[in-house]
């Protein structure tokens, strides 16, 4: 996420190329991506590993290579082009699918950057309602309201979010910056309890004792779950962020890097949030499983079992830090569909719709499916931004296709986004992919489609005026 400053410097330089002045040195970056990726859904992500049955050797090095990818894919797919355009990623698509569909897909992003946003807000309920004795449960309807005590609770937190995102970001991003080196050490201190908890000296011994593949056992002997392959392991660890990365997202981030080398930046978030933080999640619901044969996967009632109020203000804050700023992006989505509204009443009507969703329990529940599609969705947007940046003037074609033709709707972008994701989504649902495999897929089919339609449908590129080149 941005600093408080980040966010001033984007909305001052939201339609032309920031400039030197504004340009940020690597260090600004690190802390903005650790603070992002240590977040209250790894309490939810790291157990829903176990319980899906992933084996602890698959996790540990199946994260790692998967963490080590979207490093990489941040870095040399993100980065270059960030730097070498320095727009937002929303202008850019404005320039180049026009503005009519980049309201579209701004909908689209928002709502979605919502639903992420409830799933945090019923994560942090959890926590609160630990104390008080209010119970999380999941219902087995997606769209099932829990206990009422419980829904009550996420309307509470979820309107404080609401309130706070609304009144400015500069003071929540402060705590986050504040509060993320904390954070990462208590994810590191639940692992620990874990497995003193488990009688477990080390990893090793936690596999050679079968407490893991115990646990495993007797969830899938309750819910029925078939086991969550290596390669799933892999395909979600790097492309649960797939709208960051692929879909292009960060760049509206790096293009204040002063250079390349900020593009290593979300490795921290990567390797402290993401590997560490999801083991350790894991952990707790392993070890509560061997000492009260309870399988529920509530985030505040296994960080509660470890570390008692350090971990329920953990996993409050680690929500709310994150809430926050997503419940920010999704008003300035929304802001950008109704201009004339502030983006004080976007920002509250963007909390409003995260709130609804944290209320069912089931979606924060999902979330290993969620971020898949949600990459499925947003990540083809991306390609068309790869290829109008490295091809489309080089097989003579026009870049920023819809500025240049003052087309609010560039059709040919339009098909080449909602083909492949129409399929994709297809494939999820009715046919039971694991979603993270269809983002990839769906960029590639995104980028040739866009390619292939506009060298069907263009006509041959006018001469370049000085003002063109200089846009």
């Known amino acids: ?60 090095i199946g994260l790692l290579l998967g963490n080590i990818l979207a490093v990489l894919t941040w870095r040399y797919l993100v980065t270059p082009i960030a730097i070498g355009k320095r727009l937002t990623l929303y202008y850019q698509l404005e320039r180049i699918a026009g503005d009519s569909l980049t309201k579209c897909y701004n909908v689209v992003n928002g709502l979605l950057f919502c639903f992420l946003a409830g799933a945090m807000i019923t994560v942090s309920a959890s926590a609160v309602g630990v104390p008080f004795n209010i119970h999380y449960t999941v219902p087995e309807a997606t769209f099932g309201f829990g206990a009422p005590s419980f829904t009550g609770l996420v309307v509470v937190v979820g309107v404080i979010i609401a309130v706070v995102a609304a009144a400015g970001y500069q003071a929540v991003a402060r ?48 819910e029925g779950v078939q086991a969550f392959p290596f390669w799933q392991i892999v395909a979600f660890a790097w492309l649960c962020n797939g709208a960051m ?62 570390l008692g109020w350090t971990g329920i203000i953990c996993v409050v804050i680690a929500g709310w830090t994150t809430a926050n700023p997503t419940i920010y992006r999704a008003g300035l989505a929304f802001q950008g569909v109704m201009p004339n509204c502030s983006r004080k009443t976007m920002t509250l009507m963007a909390g409003a719709v995260a709130t609804i969703a944290g209320a069912f329990p089931n979606l924060s529940a999902q979330l290993l499916g969620f971020v898949g599609t949600y990459g499925t969705i947003l990540g083809p947007m991306g390609a068309i931004v790869f290829v109008d940046y490295y091809l489309m003037k080089k097989i003579g074609l026009r870049d920023d296709y819809a500025v240049r033709v003052g087309s609010s709707v560039n059709l040919v972008a339009l098909v080449a986004w909602l083909l492949p994701v129409s399929i994709g989504l297809y494939l999820i649902f009715a046919k039971g992919i694991f979603a993270a495999y269809a983002v990839i897929p769906a960029w590639i089919a995104c980028g040739v489609i866009y390619l292939a339609l506009s060298k069907l449908t263009q006509k041959p590129v006018p001469p370049r005026t000085t003002t063109e080149n200089s846009t």
């Not at 920031?18 to 903005?32: E, H, I, N, R, S």
């Not at 240590?38 to 698959?58: K, N, V, Y």
Request: proline residues 4%; charged residues 10%; glycine residues 10%.
């Open 1 to 60: 996420m941005t600093t408080g400053n980040q966010l001033t410097q984007v909305n001052e330089y939201e339609r032309e190329p920031v400039p030197p002045k504004a340009q940020l040195g690597a260090g600004k970056f690190w802390g903005m991506y650790a603070g992002e990726h240590t977040a209250g859904t790894e309490f939810m992500i790291g157990p829903l590993f176990l319980a899906a049955g992933a084996s602890i050797q698959d996790l540990i």
């Open 175 to 222: 705590v986050a910056n504040i509060a993320a080196p904390w954070m990462i050490a208590i994810f590191a201190a639940c692992g620990v309890v874990s497995l003193v908890q488990m009688e477990a000296t080390s990893f090793a011994a936690l596999s050679e004792g079968k407490y893991w593949s115990d646990a495993i056992a007797f969830v899938q002997e309750k």
């Open 245 to 306: 990365h692929f879909g292009m997202a960060d760049l509206s981030i790096f293009r204040f890097a002063r250079n390349a080398s900020s593009g290593w930046a979300p490795s921290i978030g990567m390797f402290l949030g993401h590997y560490m933080g999801w083991i350790c999640a894991a952990l707790l619901l392993a070890a509560q499983i061997k000492l009260s044969q309870d399988h529920s996967a509530n985030p505040g009632a296994l960080a509660w079992g470890a």
